[in-house]
């Protein structure tokens, strides 16, 4: 019989969430600059710090999820993964690219909860 745990769906769809997320940073961090550059404001440490909080909370998760998944005996490639692009997000944002590469691969793999071979 195939285990599924619900952490790994949380943690799979939650690595589509943050492939997204990591797609727009650049983005996002280079128009708050530019508005920071025209207006005034300080704006662009807001936009970073986000996609840093989102980066750092998906980690969490997947430590967590790769904690249950070795006691359940199922794969951890997608944490390991996903472990791996968070940390070179969090790292600095010009890995958005292997971080955003590394997050679609995370999430297949979490996403279809492999029984481990033994």
């Given at each position: 019989?195939?285990?599924?745990?619900?952490?790994?769906?949380?943690?799979?769809?939650?690595?589509?969430?943050?492939?997204?997320?990591?797609?727009?940073s650049?983005?996002?961090?280079?128009?708050?600059?530019?508005?920071?550059?025209?207006?005034?404001?300080?704006?662009?440490?807001?936009?970073?710090?986000?996609?840093?909080?989102?980066?750092?909370?998906?980690?969490?998760?997947?430590?967590?999820?790769w904690?249950?998944?070795?006691?359940?005996?199922?794969?951890?490639v997608?944490?390991?993964?996903?472990?791996?692009?968070?940390?070179?997000?969090?790292?600095?944002?010009?890995?958005?690219?292997?971080?955003?590469?590394?997050?679609?691969?995370?999430?297949?793999?979490?996403?279809?909860?492999?029984?481990?071979?033994?």
């Amino acid at each position: 019989m195939k285990k599924r745990l619900t952490i790994n769906n949380v943690t799979g769809v939650a690595d589509i969430i943050m492939a997204f997320l990591i797609m727009i940073s650049w983005f996002a961090v280079l128009f708050a600059a530019v508005g920071d550059a025209t207006t005034g404001t300080h704006a662009t440490g807001g936009v970073g710090s986000f996609f840093y909080i989102c980066a750092g909370i998906t980690l969490i998760l997947h430590i967590i999820a790769w904690i249950k998944s070795k006691k359940a005996g199922i794969s951890v490639v997608g944490h390991v993964l996903g472990i791996i692009g968070m940390a070179c997000f969090l790292i600095t944002m010009f890995l958005a690219f292997p971080a955003f590469v590394l997050a679609i691969l995370a999430a297949i793999f979490t996403l279809l909860q492999k029984n481990r071979d033994k």
